[in-house]
């Protein structure tokens, strides 16, 4: 299918399809007129990474490990592996931010804010 179709098929604009398709997360094949011509699969697969990126997974991220899902014989077990990894970080990044909270709570409540604490 033309990108145009697969922009309709996947509620994306055509140039999010040419971005994807330079980080290498969609291929197309070029027709003898130039025009890209993309497989019916990548409307579910846009999906996929549609979703990804809803739970936080970055496009590198999904780039990375888009092909070994799909090839995986046990994609579930492997997408549980990856979203316990995802978890991990997210647990660390709210201790960061908490620390951080209490952090500026506390120095709003000095004369200077700025100033180095003791």
Known sequence: MRIGELAAQSGLTTDTIRFYEKLGLVAGARLANGYRDFPPETVPWLHYVRTAQALGFSLAE???????LRDAPDSAAALSALFADKITVIDARIAELAALRAELTAR????CPLRPTT
């Open 62 to 68: 999904i780039a990375w490990h888009g092909e070994e």
């Open 108 to 111: 709003a409540r000095t004369d």
